[in-house]
């Protein structure tokens, strides 16, 4: 059974730090590039950083470069996300997503989601 388990989220203020750690199961980790997405109230989810299976090569949002870091332990089966300098506009549901492609098939998991929430 396929499981992406997030944490670490919380209420924050203005200018503090959070990590969010995302523990995976039920599927070769190694194999799967990982990705941070975001969604606020009313508005669409966005992606906000990514990384490539093996942490090779990395991608953020324009947002968010600069401030956040995505890593991954792939001995443990957990992505994270460092973010540091918060502001209120990250304010959101953050989700881990697991992508992978196989012959004809597409392979893409999420999270439950965890809150992060900036005050200002």
């Known amino acids: 059974q396929v499981q992406l388990v997030e944490s670490g989220g919380g209420l924050v203020q203005a200018g503090g730090s959070l990590t969010l750690s995302c523990a995976a199961s039920?599927?070769?980790?190694?194999?799967?590039?990982m990705s941070w997405y975001r969604q606020a109230p009313g508005k669409e989810r966005e992606l906000v950083a990514a990384?490539?299976?093996?942490?090779?090569?990395?991608n953020y949002a324009d947002s968010v470069k600069g401030r956040f870091t995505i890593s991954r332990d792939n001995a443990k089966n957990t992505v994270y996300l460092q973010m540091n300098s918060l502001k209120p506009e990250d304010t959101a549901v953050y989700y881990c997503?697991?992508?992978?492609?196989?012959?004809?098939?597409?392979?893409?998991?999420w999270g439950q989601g965890t809150q992060v929430t900036v005050s200002s």
């Open positions: 997503n697991a992508q992978a492609f196989g012959f004809l098939r597409k392979y893409d998991y």
């Open positions: 990384i490539t299976n093996a942490g090779g090569s990395t």
């Open positions: 039920g599927f070769t980790f190694k194999d799967y590039a």
